[in-house]
């Protein structure tokens, strides 16, 4: 039976978060730093997981995340050094061994989900032996590996305590505010201004899928408030980071966010309560503006930094690309992170080294194998969601109330992965996936 875990208040997650990160800072000092980071970090990371099991992997797994955009922050480099990618591993992985040395039991459950989530990691590492990007692929594979870890571990513990659920995705909004302050400062001190560098820049600057995350996540602890003041203050704090989505200006997270945000709409049209009806207003109003402002916006994106046309004729031009080299390779694909080494010169310069489509790129890099598989995990996942919210699995209370919005969030991150970021930049997909499967 899974045991209850020890119980930690919000400042131990701070405390994990920023001991965490001052330790990579540290390293980004230079390569020398790595050894001692070994040394310190680690057994760190293993203190805090045994001391705090629940905060301290949450805190450990995300900042593996933050990995890049930390050495962006020092060096001004878009592209981390690459045994940083050792650190995406190797963090979380103490963070499981001192989660368990702890004493803490958790149960993980094996279905269909994680069954092809594995058989996609098997094809993920057979497609890296024959990448012509070995080095590139194995960055890739990291993040998503850590996103699996992420996702079998999380579940368990929240089943535990609903409570927890709240304050995973309190963590969630600290980490979006963060990341605001960081990028703000980034801006301010011109880390951003590279010729060149322009993409990079929009996309770390105001974190768009971060944004459309912490949205999602505003209207979830506005849905579940159970005061007039608490409910007013989120619907503040909704306006506030849907402004800065649509300053983002990127298409894949605005589609994604008005995807999530009709089917929000649809599902309480016909509310009587004057604050949720205040929400669906502020968010049409919210739609609006997407579709309003966010063309200009990309014409300017498109055009501010860069000769290359990087919007309609590029994508098209992914698009067939992708279709080519699945053609020449129709079995096993180029190879994991192979699609960048059959791009011309102009593409790679401008950082467009994926097809911005994760059925295409599973197809051109892991073929008729990769894109089947990658299907049927989608199949087996919203077969799960299915079940759980109207079939024979059926949940009730607030594991429903949890389990319906990662359900949204994962649609989210599915709908931006069709027109932006590679497969491992929404590594969320693989995340959520799972966490509806130990969910239900």
């Known amino acids: 039976?899974?045991?209850?875990?020890?119980?930690?208040?919000?400042?131990?997650?701070?405390?994990?978060?920023?001991?965490?990160?001052?330790?990579?800072?540290?390293?980004?000092?230079?390569?020398?730093?790595?050894?001692?980071?070994?040394?310190?970090?680690?057994?760190?990371v293993l203190l805090i997981a045994i001391l705090y099991p629940e905060f301290g992997l949450v805190s450990v797994i995300f900042s593996a995340f933050l990995t890049n955009p930390l050495f962006f922050w020092l060096t001004g480099e878009y592209r981390a050094p690459s045994w940083t990618y050792l650190l995406k591993i190797i963090l979380p992985l103490a963070a499981l061994l001192g989660f368990y040395l702890s004493g803490k039991r958790f149960e993980i459950r094996f279905s269909s989900v994680e069954f092809f989530v594995f058989l996609l990691l098997g094809i993920y590492i057979l497609a890296l032996l024959y990448s012509p990007?070995?080095?590139?692929?194995?960055?890739?594979?990291?993040?998503?590996?850590?996103?699996?870890?992420?996702?079998?571990?999380?579940?368990?513990?929240?089943r535990a305590d609903s409570k927890s659920f709240h304050r995973f995705f309190s963590f969630i909004v600290l980490y979006g505010v963060l990341m605001l302050i960081y990028s703000a400062f980034a801006l301010s001190t011109g880390a951003f201004a590279t010729a060149g560098r322009f993409y990079a820049g929009i996309g770390t600057i105001v974190y768009p899928r971060l944004l459309g995350l912490v949205n999602l996540v505003n209207v979830f602890f506005f849905?579940?408030?159970?005061?007039?003041?608490?409910?007013?203050?989120?619907?503040?704090?909704?306006?506030?980071?849907?402004?800065?989505?649509?300053?983002?200006?990127?298409?894949?997270?605005?589609?994604?966010f008005a995807i999530c945000t009709i089917i929000y709409i649809l599902a309480f049209w016909k509310t009587k309560s004057i604050y949720r009806f205040s929400l669906i207003v502020l968010l049409v109003i919210g739609l609006v503006g997407l579709f309003a402002l966010a063309p200009g916006m990309q014409k300017t994106r498109m055009t501010e930094d860069i000769s290359i046309d990087q919007s309609a004729l590029t994508r098209a031009f992914l698009y067939s690309l992708s279709f080519r080299?699945?053609?020449?390779?129709?079995?096993?694909?180029?190879?994991?992170?192979?699609?960048?080494?059959?791009?011309?010169?102009?593409?790679?310069?401008?950082?467009?080294?994926y097809p911005h489509n994760i059925f295409l790129e599973h197809a051109s890099e892991m073929g008729i194998v990769g894109l089947l598989a990658f299907v049927l995990f989608l199949l087996a996942v919203f077969s799960r969601l299915y079940s759980?919210?109207?079939?024979?699995?059926?949940?009730?209370?607030?594991?429903r109330t949890c389990f319906i919005w990662v359900a949204i969030v994962f649609l989210y991150f599915l709908a931006n992965a069709q027109i932006s970021g590679s497969f491992a930049g929404n590594y969320a997909v693989y995340l959520f996936g799972i966490m509806l499967s130990q969910m239900a």
């Open 388 to 399: 759980s919210l109207w079939g024979k699995d059926k949940l009730s209370g607030d594991l």
């Open 133 to 158: 990007d070995i080095t590139g692929g194995i960055g890739k594979l990291a993040k998503v590996v850590v996103a699996v870890l992420t996702g079998f571990v999380l579940v368990p513990f929240m």
């Open 1 to 44: 039976m899974m045991q209850k875990v020890l119980k930690a208040d919000s400042t131990s997650l701070i405390i994990a978060l920023l001991i965490l990160d001052a330790a990579i800072l540290a390293a980004g000092i230079g390569v020398h730093f790595v050894i001692p980071l070994l040394f310190i970090a680690v057994p760190l």
């Open 325 to 353: 080299l699945f053609l020449q390779h129709p079995i096993l694909g180029v190879g994991f992170n192979g699609f960048s080494q059959a791009l011309p010169s102009w593409a790679k310069a401008v950082g467009v080294v």
């Open 223 to 256: 849905s579940t408030a159970k005061t007039k003041g608490r409910k007013i203050f989120f619907l503040a704090l909704i306006a506030v980071t849907l402004f800065f989505e649509i300053v983002a200006a990127t298409r894949g997270p605005l589609v994604a």
